[in-house]
């Protein structure tokens, strides 16, 4: 027979409140391993096997984020550009063009 998880055994597994496992269940449950329903019960219950395979899928190493951190441009700020930045930006597109 199969191990199932319960709420708090799941909460302590992925290092979650009980509450916020139950809300995601709920509201967003793409974010959660796949639930295990037994018919005619409400209670939620994870398999052991569901949740270490969805923990193995969400493993990121640091390849993963040192090609993401090289593809990234510098990100624009939030807000309307300051006076020198949108004369720094006029200045090379008027370079651009004239070179």
Do not use: Y
């Not at 005619?40 to 040192?66: C, N």
């Not at 309307?80 to 651009?96: F, S």
């Amino acid at each position: 027979m199969r191990t199932l998880l319960t709420v708090d055994q799941l909460a302590a597994c992925i290092h979650k409140s009980a509450a916020s496992i139950r809300s995601d269940a709920t509201r967003n449950p793409r974010s959660l391993p796949p639930i295990c329903r037994l018919p005619g019960t409400k209670r939620l219950l994870w398999r052991v096997e569901d949740v270490e395979q969805w923990l193995a899928e969400h493993v990121q190493g640091l390849a993963a984020t040192l090609n993401t951190a090289a593809t990234d441009q510098p990100r624009m700020r939030r807000g309307r550009p300051t006076k020198v930045e949108v004369v720094a930006r006029l200045r090379n597109k008027a370079m651009n063009i004239a070179g």
